[in-house]
C-alpha cells in the first residue's frame, strides 16, 4: 500500500508530496534597519508612524512580501480573502488565525474579545488531537478504518477521517484503552529517514520492527500492543529502503484486528491534526468570527467543505532545537494546503511577538509598563551620554545606540526541550500588533530533552555569556517572559527566580562593581504570558510576511512599508564534510568545516565552495601528518599544481570519482552533527552512454564544480551545485588549447601593434630623409631663392607626393635643369670645406696674427 499516494500530507487539493532535499526558493539577506531611540509603549506614535489605511491590496508593493519564506506576490495575493491558521504544534496545541484581507483591505475584524487587534484565539485542537498526547483514533471501529484507508488511498475524506475516526474525549478513551490507539508526539518523527536516527526518548513512545529491507506490510507479524510501531520505508511506499534520502520512517497502524494494517507518514498524520485546525478556523470565520458551530449554511450536493478550508494558508511555530531541515520541510508539506505555501518561524519570536500584544482594554499590561519605562530610562541615559561626548575635549566616542535598546529575555518549556532567547526591541509602532516594528534577536540556546528543567542552569549560563559577549556595554534585561502552558510556566518561574537569586549572590561575592555588572539577577521581572501566546504571535509573524502589517510613513501616496521586522538568528550549525578516498575506505571522513555557526544572522548566504579534481588529488595523496591549514593554503597550492596538466589526468579522474560530499546539521551546541540529505559526488556527471551508471566508472570525472549553501531563518538549507560539465579530459584539452590561443593573440597584438610601430617607424625616417633631399636640392639647384631653406615648403612637397616622389623628382629636374640628388650625393661647396677644415695651430712657428686673421682661423685668446 503506498504511504504517500496522494499530496501534501495525503490529502491535499491537488498538490503533491514533495519529495525535495535542499532545493528550496532562494534567500536573500534580511535588510537591516537602523535602530532609533523611541518613546515608551502608550505614548504618542512618532510623526509619519500610521496605521494602515485602507487600501486596495493590489496596490501594496512586493517589499510587503517576505520572499525569504518562499512567498511570491501572486501567491500572497490569491491568499487575501482566506485567514491565515496559526497553530503551536510543537506547544499544547494552541490554535489562532489572522482575518483575511477585504475588498478595501482592511482586514475584517477591528477587535478581539475586547482587544483592539484582529488576531483571533481559538484554543486548543482538543484532548483527542492535542499536540501534547498526540493523535488518538478509533479502533476496531469499521467506520473509522474506512475513513482513514480513504485518506491514505485517494487523498480525500480528511472530514470523515476527523468526524469518525479521531477520539475527543478523554473519558472515552480511558473507559475504552483498548479501543483507542494513539500516535504520540508525531511531529517528532517529521523528517527522520531511518529509525536509528530517533533519539531514544522518541523510540521509547513507539514499538520499532525489524528492518527486513522489505516495503510490504506482513499481515502475519503480531500486531504491536498498542497498535502503533515504526518501520523504515521510502517516501513512495513501494520499494526498498536503500540508506539514501528517499527513505523515510513511517508509522504502522494496527486499526482493525480482522484488517490489513495502515502504513502512514509522520507528515500525514500532522497534516490529519492540521486539518483539523483549519476547519475550527474555518467554521468559526463563517460563522462571523465566533466560535465554532456545528451547523453551518446549507450546501449544494457537489460542494464539499474540506475543499473550502484545506487550502487556508498555514503558519507554524518550531523551536530551536526543532529547526533541522529535514523536520522543517516535512513539517511545510504536511500543510496540505495545495498550491499555497506554509510558513515556519522559530517559537521563540512568536512567543515574543504575542507577549507584546494587548491585553483587553481597561485590563494593565504588565510587560508595555516595563518597556515603557525601560525606554524612557534608556533613552535619557543615551541623551546624556551624548552630551557627555559633546562636551569632552578628548573627543570622547560617541555611545552605541544598540546599548541603548531594552533587551528582553523568553524562556519557553515544553514536555520535549527547553528554549531560551534574547532579544532587543525598538521601533515603537502605532499598530497594536506590534507595539515595536523592530525585532532584534541576540542569541539563542536550545535544548531537546524530555527533563528540560534539568538543563535550566547550563542554558541560561550559555545565554547570559552570549548575551555579554554580543552587547558588552548593554545595561542587562529589564524583563524575562515565560510562555508554555500554565503548569510549566508556574514551575519555570520557581525555577528562574531561583536561579537569579543564585547571580546575585555570586556577583556579590565577588565583588562585582557596577561596571561590570551584566544586570542577570533578581531585578529582571518575571512576566508570564497565557498559553495562546505563542499562537497568537505566530498569526502576527505570518501576517506581516503577507503584507496584512504594514504602514505608510507619511500621508499620501508613499509606498508602504512592513511594519514588523524581525532580525533572526541561526538557532542550528551548518556545516559539511569530505571524503577524498572513494568506497574503499568509507571512514576518511575530513573534519566538519562549519559553513554557517550559531547566532549567525539569518537568512544567510549563498556561500560558495570552489570544487576541483586538482585539489582532491593533492588531498588524496598527503601523508597524514600533512596539514594544509597551516599556512593559509600555500602548502595545498604547491600540491595542487602537482596534479596539474596532461600527464595528471589519470589521477584527477581517480580523484573526482572518489570525492565525496555530505552537508551536515547540527541542532545542539555541543551535538552531533547530522547528515542532511543523501552523500554529494559534485565531480562527477552520470555518462549517458555507460552500461553501469551506478558505478564510478559508469560516470563521468569532472574538473571542477561549484556549490552554493544557504540557510533560512527555520533552519532550511538551500545548496546550489553549479559546474560546466566538462570532464577531466575536456576540461584539460580545454584548458590547453586556451592556453595556446592565448599566447596565440598575444603574439599576434604584439605584430599587429608592433608592425604599426615599425611602419609609422620607418616612414618617419623616409620623410625626413626626402625632406632633406628636397633641401639639399634647392640649395644647390636654385640658391637664394624663397624655396632655399624653406623646410615647410619641402615637408609640404614630400607629403603631398607622399606615394609618387618620383614624379616629384622629375618635374624638379624638368623645372632647374638638374638631377635630384640626395643630400650626400652632392658635391660640398667651397665655404663648406672652409667650414669643415680643421684649424691646427703650430706653437713651433711665429705666425702673425694677422695672416691668422686673413686665412680665416681665430684669433688666439689673449
Known amino acids: 500500500m503506498s504511504l504517500a499516494t496522494g499530496g501534501g500530507g495525503g490529502f491535499s487539493g491537488g498538490g503533491g508530496l514533495s519529495a525535495a532535499a535542499m ?37 501594496l508593493g512586493a517589499d510587503l512580501i517576505d520572499k525569504n519564506q518562499n512567498l511570491t506576490l501572486k501567491g500572497v495575493k490569491n491568499m487575501a480573502e482566506l485567514p491565515i491558521v496559526a497553530v503551536d504544534l ?80 478523554v473519558e472515552e478513551k480511558r473507559s475504552s484503552s483498548n479501543d483507542v490507539l494513539t500516535i504520540p508526539r508525531p511531529y517528532l518523527l517529521l523528517g527522520a529517514r531511518r529509525t536509528a536516527n530517533l533519539t531514544a526518548d522518541t523510540l521509547n513512545k513507539f514499538e520499532v520492527e525489524e528492518d527486513d529491507n522489505s516495503p510490504a506490510i506482513s499481515e502475519e507479524s503480531a500486531a ?83 475543499d473550502a478550508y484545506l487550502p487556508y494558508p498555514v503558519a507554524y511555530a518550531v523551536p530551536g532545537w526543532a529547526c533541522i531541515d529535514s523536520a522543517v520541510e516535512a513539517l511545510l508539506d504536511s500543510s496540505a494546503s495545495g498550491p499555497n505555501p506554509a510558513v515556519a518561524y522559530q517559537r521563540s519570536v512568536a512567543a515574543l511577538v504575542g507577549s507584546l500584544l494587548p491585553r483587553e482594554r481597561g485590563s494593565k499590561h504588565k510587560l508595555h509598563s516595563l518597556l515603557g519605562e525601560e525606554v524612557k530610562r534608556l533613552r535619557e541615559a543615551f541623551e546624556k551620554e551624548l552630551r557627555e561626548a559633546d562636551d569632552d575635549d578628548e573627543g570622547k566616542a560617541s555611545p552605541s545606540q544598540s546599548a541603548f535598546q531594552p533587551l528582553v529575555l523568553a524562556v519557553g518549556v515544553t514536555a520535549d526541550g527547553l528554549e531560551l532567547s534574547a532579544a532587543q526591541l525598538s521601533g515603537v509602532s502605532a499598530d497594536p500588533h506590534c507595539p515595536f516594528g523592530d525585532v532584534n534577536i541576540i542569541a539563542n540556546v536550545n535544548y531537546r530533552s524530555e527533563t528540560p528543567f534539568n538543563l535550566l542552569e547550563k542554558a541560561m549560563g ?72 505563542v499562537a497568537e504571535g505566530l498569526s502576527v509573524l505570518a501576517a506581516s510576511s503577507h503584507g496584512r502589517i504594514y504602514h505608510r510613513e507619511t500621508e499620501g501616496k508613499k509606498k508602504a512599508k512592513r511594519t514588523l521586522n524581525v532580525h533572526d538568528v541561526a538557532a542550528t550549525a551548518v556545516g559539511m564534510r569530505m571524503n577524498y578516498h572513494s568506497d574503499e575506505d568509507e571512514n576518511k571522513w575530513s573534519k566538519v568545516k562549519v559553513v554557517f555557526d550559531f547566532d549567525r544572522r539569518v537568512p544567510a548566504g549563498p556561500y560558495q565552495v570552489e570544487l576541483t579534481a586538482a585539489e582532491c588529488a593533492a588531498f588524496r595523496a598527503k601523508a597524514d601528518d600533512v596539514d594544509f591549514d597551516d599556512d593559509n593554503g600555500e602548502k595545498l597550492e604547491a600540491a595542487m599544481k602537482k596534479f596539474e596538466g596532461s600527464k595528471m589526468i589519470p589521477k584527477r579522474e581517480e580523484a573526482a570519482r572518489g570525492f565525496k560530499l555530505q552537508i551536515v546539521q547540527m541542532s545542539e551546541r555541543g551535538g552531533a552533527w547530522m547528515p542532511v540529505g543523501d552523500i554529494m559526488k559534485p565531480l562527477t556527471i552520470e555518462d549517458s552512454q555507460a552500461d553501469d551508471k551506478e558505478s564510478d566508472e559508469g560516470r563521468v570525472a569532472c574538473e571542477s564544480a561549484v556549490l552554493e549553501l544557504s540557510v533560512g531563518a527555520a533552519g532550511i538549507i538551500t545548496s546550489t551545485l553549479m559546474s560546466d560539465g566538462k570532464s577531466v579530459l575536456q576540461a584539460t584539452k580545454s584548458a590547453r588549447n586556451s592556453t595556446i590561443r592565448y599566447y596565440f593573440f598575444v603574439l599576434f597584438a604584439i605584430l599587429f601593434f608592433g608592425g604599426f610601430l615599425v611602419k609609422s617607424y620607418y616612414e618617419e625616417k623616409i620623410f625626413d630623409r626626402d625632406t632633406r633631399r628636397v633641401l639639399a636640392y634647392y640649395k644647390h639647384a636654385a640658391p637664394g631663392t624663397i624655396h632655399d631653406g624653406d623646410e615647410r615648403q619641402a615637408r609640404y612637397l614630400v607629403w603631398k607626393y607622399k606615394n609618387k616622389k618620383d614624379k616629384l623628382w622629375r618635374r624638379l629636374e624638368v623645372k632647374y635643369g638638374s638631377p635630384v640628388l640626395h643630400e650626400w650625393e652632392w658635391p660640398e661647396d667651397e665655404e663648406d670645406k672652409k667650414e669643415n677644415e680643421e684649424v691646427v695651430d703650430d706653437l713651433d712657428t711665429d705666425t702673425d696674427a694677422d695672416d691668422v686673421s686673413e686665412e680665416g682661423g681665430e684669433e688666439p685668446d689673449l
Not at 528517499?246 to 507518514?265: E, N, Q, W
Open 23 to 59: 532545493a528550496h526558493g532562494p534567500n536573500s539577506a534580511m535588510a537591516m534597519h537602523r535602530a532609533h531611540a523611541q518613546p515608551p509603549p502608550g505614548a504618542e506614535a512618532p510623526p509619519g508612524m500610521t496605521a494602515a489605511p485602507g487600501t486596495s491590496y493590489a496596490s
Open 90 to 169: 510543537y506547544g499544547g496545541g494552541e490554535v489562532s488565525y489572522f482575518p483575511p484581507i477585504g475588498e478595501d483591505g482592511e482586514g475584517g475584524e477591528t477587535v478581539s474579545g475586547g482587544r483592539p487587534i484582529k488576531v483571533r484565539s481559538m484554543g486548543r485542537l482538543g484532548s483527542g488531537s492535542g499536540t501534547e498526547k498526540g493523535l488518538s483514533l478509533k479502533r476496531n471501529d469499521d467506520v473509522a478504518y474506512r475513513a482513514v484507508r480513504r485518506l491514505l488511498s485517494k487523498s480525500r475524506g480528511v472530514d470523515a477521517v476527523i468526524d469518525n475516526a479521531i477520539v475527543d474525549d
Open 224 to 306: 504491536p500492543k498498542g497498535g502503533v510501531s515504526l518501520r523504515n520505508a521510502t517516501l513512495d511506499g513501494s520499494s526498498n529502503p536503500t540508506g539514501d534520502d528517499f527513505d523515510r520512517v513511517a508509522v504502522r497502524l494496527t486499526m482493525h484486528s480482522g484488517k490489513k494494517p495502515l502504513s502512514i507518514l509522520p507528515e500525514e498524520v500532522v497534516g490529519i491534526m492540521v486539518a483539523r485546525a483549519k476547519r475550527l478556523v474555518h467554521r468559526s470565520w463563517i460563522a462571523g468570527g465566533g466560535e465554532e458551530v456545528e451547523v453551518l449554511p446549507e450546501k449544494g450536493e457537489d460542494d464539499d467543505e474540506e
Open 462 to 533: 550559555e545565554l547570559r555569556e552570549k548575551v555579554g559577549r554580543n552587547l558588552p556595554e548593554s545595561p542587562g534585561p529589564c524583563a524575562l517572559i515565560t510562555y508554555g502552558t500554565v503548569g510549566m510556566q508556574v514551575k519555570l518561574k520557581t525555577s528562574l527566580t531561583k536561579l537569579l537569586k543564585s547571580y546575585a549572590v555570586e556577583a556579590e561575592k565577588n565583588n562585582v562593581d557596577d561596571d561590570d555588572d551584566d544586570g542577570f539577577d533578581e531585578r529582571i521581572s518575571i512576566v508570564s504570558t497565557g498559553e495562546e501566546c
